[in-house]
C-alpha cells in the first residue's frame, strides 16, 4: 500500500468497506444503531448510510496505516482548517493548554497531525489496542506526525503534568465505557459516557475544545473547531463533570447529525444499561 498513489490508497479502501458491507460483517449492529439515532428515517435510508459508513471506515482505516508516508506538504494538502472563529489562535496566542475531545468520526487521526503541524505540543491520552503489532504501528505512525500517546495504564498524573506543562490532550471519548460512565443523552437515549476530558478540564482548570477532522469528497479533510467550553466555577465536582460531558457530547452529536455517513456506527454506544452504572446523573442544587 506504501507505493502506491494516495488516491489508489484511498479508492482500495472504499471498496474493502463495500466487501465488508457486502459480506455482512456488523451489519445488523450498524443498522440497529442508525435505527435508534436516526427513528425518522425509512429502511432504506439507513441502508443507504449503512453502505457509505462502510465505505468512509475503509478509507480511514488504509490511511491511518499510510499517514506516516506523506510528506508535510502533502498532508496540508488533505487537511486543512475549516470552521473555527479564532479559538485556537486565542488560546495559542494566551499559550493556554486545553483539552480536544473527538470522536470517531471522519478521520479522527488525522486531528493529531492538524495541532502537531501548527506547533501544539499534543498527545493522545488513549487505550492500547488488543492487537499489539498494530498497537506498535499505530504508535509509529502518530509520533512520525508529530504527536505522542500516554497511555490510559499510566494513570492521570503525566496526562495532567502534559497539561500543566501547557500541551493539548486529545481524548476521543465516544463509547461505551461500561458501569465505569455516567448516563449522557446520546440521540435522546441516554448513554454510558467516559468522563476522561470532563476530569482533566476539572483537574486542570482547563477548557474542552470538540474538533472533528470531516472529509470532504473522498480525499481531502476539514478540521472543524468548536467554540472551547469553560469548567463552571463554584458548582460541585459531579455537577461539573456531568455538565462538561453533556457539552462535548451534545457537540458530537451535532456533528455526527450533519455527516451521520461518516461516523463509526460499528460500535454498540448504548450497550451498558443505565440502571447497571455505578455513577448517576448528578443534580445541581
Known amino acids: 500500500m506504501r507505493l502506491l498513489p494516495w488516491r489508489v490508497v484511498v479508492a482500495i479502501g472504499a471498496a474493502a468497506g ?29 441502508r443507504r448510510v449503512a453502505r457509505q459508513t462502510y465505505r468512509n471506515v475503509g478509507r480511514t482505516m488504509i490511511e491511518c496505516l499510510v499517514l506516516d508516508t506523506l510528506s508535510p ?8 482548517q475549516g470552521k473555527d472563529t479564532g479559538f485556537l489562535g486565542q488560546l495559542l496566542a494566551a499559550r493556554k493548554p486545553f483539552i480536544v475531545a473527538t470522536g470517531h468520526l471522519g478521520n479522527w487521526e488525522l486531528i493529531g497531525s492538524y495541532f502537531a503541524r501548527q506547533g501544539y505540543p499534543l498527545k493522545v491520552f488513549a487505550k492500547a489496542l ?8 499505530l504508535l509509529s ?16 498524573k503525566p496526562a495532567l503534568r502534559h497539561l500543566r506543562e501547557g500541551g493539548v490532550l486529545a481524548l ?22 467516559a468522563l476522561g476530558p470532563a476530569v482533566f478540564a476539572y ?19 476539514s478540521c472543524i473547531v468548536c467554540p472551547p467550553i469553560e469548567p463552571p ?14 457539552a462535548h457530547v451534545a457537540a458530537l452529536e451535532a456533528a455526527v447529525r450533519q ?15 443505565v440502571e447497571k452504572l455505578a455513577r448517576q446523573p448528578a443534580k445541581a442544587e
Open 203 to 221: 483537574l486542570a482548570r482547563v477548557p474542552i475544545v470538540p474538533v472533528f477532522a470531516i472529509r470532504v469528497g473522498t480525499m481531502r479533510h
Open 259 to 273: 455527516y451521520p455517513e461518516q461516523y463509526f456506527w460499528f460500535h454498540r454506544r448504548w450497550k451498558t444499561p
Open 73 to 80: 506538504d502533502k498532508m496540508n494538502q488533505l487537511v486543512e
Open 172 to 193: 476521543v471519548a465516544d463509547q461505551d465505557a461500561r458501569r465505569a460512565g455516567v448516563a449522557i443523552p446520546f440521540f435522546g437515549v441516554p448513554a454510558s459516557t
Open 130 to 137: 488488543h492487537n499489539p503489532r498494530l498497537e506498535s504501528v
Open 141 to 156: 505512525t502518530r509520533r512520525s506526525l508529530g504527536f505522542d500517546v500516554i497511555y490510559t495504564g499510566e494513570g492521570l
Open 18 to 46: 463495500a466487501m465488508v458491507y457486502r459480506l455482512g460483517v456488523r451489519r445488523r449492529v450498524v443498522l440497529a444503531n442508525l435505527a435508534r439515532a436516526f427513528p425518522e428515517w425509512t429502511a432504506s435510508e439507513r
Open 233 to 246: 466555577v463554584g458548582e460541585k465536582r459531579e455537577v461539573v463533570l456531568e455538565w462538561l460531558t453533556r
